[in-house]
C-alpha cells in the first residue's frame, strides 16, 4: 500500500504562480512514477504531469512551458511548479503513483482556483 498526501493549492490571480507537493509513504520502494492529473467541474481527469522514476518527464500540451514537474526520491515527495496560471487551470489537482507492481495510488486531491 502506498498512501499519498497533497498540499499548496489555493486561491491565485491569473498570471501567478502555486507549487503542489505530493509526499508519499508505506510502501516507498514500488514507487515507480508520479504524475500530477486535474479534474474541473463537469469535466472528466485529465493528466497534467507525470516523472518516471529516473526523472523522465510527460506533460499535457495545455501547461507545456508554464508547469514543471519534479521529484525528490529521497523524500518521497513529488512537485508541481505551476507558473503563468490560467483561469482554465482551475481544478483539483490529484497525485497519482505507479508502483512496478502495475498497482496505482491516488491522493484526495487539492483545489487550485484561478481568478481572472
Known amino acids: 500500500q502506498v498512501q499519498l498526501v497533497e498540499s499548496g493549492g489555493g486561491l491565485v490571480q491569473a498570471g501567478g504562480s502555486l507549487r503542489l507537493s505530493c509526499v508519499a509513504s508505506g510502501n516507498i520502494f514500488s514507487i515507480n512514477a508520479m504524475g500530477w492529473y486535474r479534474q474541473a467541474p463537469g469535466k472528466e481527469r485529465e493528466l497534467v504531469a507525470d516523472?518516471?522514476?529516473?526523472?523522465?518527464?510527460n506533460y499535457a500540451d495545455s501547461v507545456q512551458g508554464r508547469f514543471t514537474i519534479s521529484r525528490d526520491n529521497a523524500k518521497n515527495t513529488a512537485f508541481l511548479q505551476m507558473n503563468s496560471l490560467k483561469p482554465e487551470d482551475t481544478a483539483v489537482y490529484f497525485c497519482r503513483t505507479t508502483t512496478y507492481f502495475g498497482r496505482t495510488y491516488w491522493g484526495q486531491g487539492t483545489q487550485v482556483t484561478v481568478s481572472s
Open positions: 516523472i518516471t522514476r529516473g526523472g523522465s518527464t
